[in-house]
């Protein structure tokens, strides 16, 4: 276990989600998901139009620094033809990947008050040491 994370590569395949919540009053969603590590290298996914059940299939890249904690943050959002809506968002700690386990899950994008959910986003996750 290491006491000080260190510096690397992070693998992150945002694979598909299902069950977002709806924020259109018509019609289906048009989801996308934007990524990004402790403030930066913000990444996002392409806009899949009309579902709630959308698949990504990306892959994406996070240079790391020697760090002593790094999160993942995930932001699903609904593209509208001026702006976006906030489907849900949460955070990944990445203890268990920097330690050599790969995660491959669902992650629950939980409501405002966290009791129910706003759908879940299935991720790939693996860190590759420098």
Request: charged residues 30%.
């Given at each position: 276990?290491?006491?000080?994370?260190?510096?690397?590569?992070?693998?992150?395949?945002?694979?598909e989600?299902?069950?977002?919540?709806?924020?259109?009053?018509?019609?289906k969603?048009?989801?996308?998901?934007?990524?990004?590590v402790?403030?930066?290298?913000?990444q996002?996914?392409?806009?899949?139009?009309?579902?709630?059940?959308?698949?990504?299939?990306?892959?994406?890249?996070?240079?790391?620094?020697?760090?002593?904690?790094?999160?993942?943050?995930?932001?699903?959002?609904?593209k509208d033809k001026?702006?976006?809506?906030d489907?849900?968002?949460?955070?990944i700690?990445?203890?268990?990947?920097?330690?050599?386990?790969?995660l491959?899950t669902w992650?629950?994008l939980?409501?405002?008050l966290?009791?129910?959910?706003?759908?879940?986003?299935?991720?790939h996750?693996r860190?590759?040491?420098?």
């Open positions: 276990m290491f006491t000080k994370y260190p510096a690397g590569v992070l693998h992150v395949a945002v694979i989600g299902r069950k977002l919540h709806d924020e259109d009053l018509v019609g969603g048009d989801p996308y998901v934007e990524l990004w402790d403030d930066d290298h913000k996002k996914t392409k806009v899949i139009s009309g579902t709630n059940d959308p698949v990504w299939n990306q892959n994406f890249t996070f240079p790391l620094p020697e760090s002593r904690k790094h999160y993942l943050y995930i932001e699903v959002f609904d001026v702006g976006k809506d489907i849900g968002d949460t955070k700690d990445l203890e268990e990947v920097f330690n050599g386990k790969v491959d992650v629950k939980p409501a405002k966290g009791l129910t959910s706003h759908g879940e986003v299935h991720l996750i860190f590759v040491p420098e």
